[in-house]
């Protein structure tokens, strides 16, 4: 029911995203969109080029007096930091696209293929992902993020509601929601840039108020599971991924991690009533990550990204020199020593495409006014 494309290059003019199928009527503001775009930038850790950004979005089309009207949304993001390097590359950078991408379009120029794989072009998923993120809150769908882990630091997550944990990490500038965890995530990074080297970790996406139903058992591509993985898997330097503690869950037995269900009667009190409608379900735990055979079961889903090290470091590694076949070592180029926060703000968007185009799905319609009608 919604795609979205993109276009550009990290030092190209600009980016571009086309967002389709999005419903007519929907409020939409530039400002709604540039939040997240700023969210996206900030973050310890970020680099240099981070100081020269400034990223706003300019809606060239499908939004009339502040609503969408049908057609497809086109956003433009300038470039601003485009004043990299333009010689040509012929050493390819380990853990980077430069090798597997140009034998693969047959290119002798890796900065080619560097340029469209640039963790640059997530601001234009940011910006889809607002659009998509709007959508939502029109349904009482939130969406947010925290960060576990940076750097082999581990957060310990105070037992608060997700929301909150989401809005303390808004607060801080690694996205923690532990304060000492924070400060040592700043002095691991702090680390990692003195010695010419890099860090990765661990974020969290979560969304509240996402209903039953979203995603299907029935064949394996409509499975919500598979969407949100494949969607979180796109993001560059996200390695590996998990829907609640599923690793966890692994090394338990069944009796400890399957949620089990309870009934409650509409004035509240216990009830063995085995109809639906005089009942509500309710868990109380979510060891599912709100998710079961492929279908949202109502509870909050938590997803859990590993985003391996930035592979742009100032100490060299070892490569070979594509031109001559002779041993080289990488030259550095301006980069982050930790993107783990802003990669959070990528996986938010991510998150809020995925459940949007299902519960789009799921509801069908043209216009805010139909789409609400099937939702009451």
Not at 141 to 161: F, H, K, M, R
């Amino acid at each position: 029911m919604l795609r979205f494309l993109t276009a550009g290059e990290s030092h190209g003019p600009c980016l571009i995203v086309i967002v389709e199928g999005m419903p007519c009527g929907l409020p939409l503001s530039p400002e709604e969109l540039n939040r997240d775009l700023r969210r996206r930038q900030r973050g310890y850790g970020r680099g240099g080029r981070m100081q020269l950004e400034n990223d706003e979005v300019d809606v060239l089309s499908g939004v009339d007096s502040g609503r969408t009207n049908g057609a497809p949304i086109a956003l433009r993001i300038e470039n601003a930091g485009r004043d990299g390097p333009r010689e040509r590359w012929s050493v390819p950078r380990p853990g980077h696209a430069d090798l597997a991408g140009a034998v693969k379009y047959g290119l002798d120029d890796l900065r080619l293929v560097a340029e469209r794989a640039s963790a640059r072009e997530t601001a234009a998923r940011v910006a889809a992902g607002a659009v998509a993120r709007r959508f939502l809150l029109e349904f009482d769908v939130l969406v947010g993020s925290y960060v576990a882990e940076i750097g082999g630091v581990v957060a310990g997550i105070p037992d608060l509601p997700l929301a909150q944990l989401c809005e303390l990490a808004e607060d801080s500038d690694v996205r923690c929601p532990n304060h000492q965890a924070a400060q040592a995530m700043r002095e691991r990074i702090d680390a990692a840039r003195a010695a010419g080297d890099s860090v990765g970790g661990v974020f969290v996406v979560v969304a509240s108020g996402v209903p039953v139903g979203l995603g299907s058992h029935v064949h394996w591509d409509r499975r919500l599971d598979g969407r949100l993985a494949q969607a979180l898997m796109s993001i560059p330097a996200v390695k590996g991924m998990e829907i609640g503690p599923a690793f966890e869950n692994a090394r338990l037995p069944g009796t400890h991690v399957h949620d089990e269900i309870f009934a409650e009667s509409a004035h509240g009190a216990s009830s063995g009533e085995p109809s639906l409608s005089k009942v509500r379900i309710l868990r109380r735990t979510n060891r599912a990550g709100g998710i079961e055979g492929g279908i949202s079961n109502g509870e909050p889903i938590v997803l859990r990204a590993a985003m391996k090290p930035i592979p742009t470091t100032v100490t060299p590694l070892r490569s070979v020199d594509l031109a001559s076949g002779e041993p080289a070592l990488t030259k550095y180029v301006r980069s982050d020593v930790c993107a783990v926060p802003a990669a959070a703000v990528v996986g938010e968007a991510m998150l809020a495409w995925v459940l949007a185009d299902a519960l789009l799905e799921k509801l069908g319609g043209d216009s805010m006014q139909e789409i609400k009608a099937r939702w009451r």
